[in-house]
């Protein structure tokens, strides 16, 4: 989301980005690139959901026999492995998905030298409110899940940025 004004559209209700916390424009005003992932909810990420079996037939192009299969195993992976039921815990699992994409992204601008910060300082239901008005994205199949800015910070950091110890954070076995 690139316009100023798209983002302006966030403001009041994006605490994590809004520069409320240090009087400053925040993410939302300075950073070049700024983004939503969004989760799929349970009304598509059941197993055996309408979404997903078009998905599996029309996107990927698979053989009744393996779609049989999957179907089958994301069962069984949403109800034994996991114990993942009901929207609220299909929409978590489905927005650490995405989590998987936000640390890729952080990561590759990493290594091109930008900045990046992920954000879940933010109200779900008037962003989903938002997403909805503004953008066309239904909230019945789509939540917002984490924003993420990118670009060149103007400044150093006001504190040294510090670290747990990897003696504290891994075990070797």
Known sequence: MQSPEKRELFRDFTWGANGVFN????????????AIFLAHTGATMTHHSDYLQKHMKEVKQLPD??????NSAYQKFQE?????????QIADWS???????????????AFMGIDSCP?????????SAVL??????????????VMVAFGYRADAPAFPKTR???DQLVTWA
């Not at 909805?132 to 899940?145: L, N, R, S, V, W």
């Open 164 to 166: 747990r110890g990897l």
């Open 23 to 34: 009087g400053t424009a925040g993410q939302l005003g300075t950073a070049s690139h700024f």
């Open 95 to 109: 927005a650490r998905q995405a989590y998987i994409a936000l640390a890729n992204m952080m990561t590759a601008a």
């Open 65 to 70: 026999e393996v779609i049989a299969f999957i």
């Open 132 to 145: 909805e008005q503004h953008f066309g994205i239904d909230p019945a199949i789509y939540q917002p899940a």
């Open 119 to 127: 954000i879940e300082g933010f109200e779900m239901d008037k962003t």
């Open 80 to 88: 034994q492995d996991f114990g993942i039921e009901g929207d609220r």
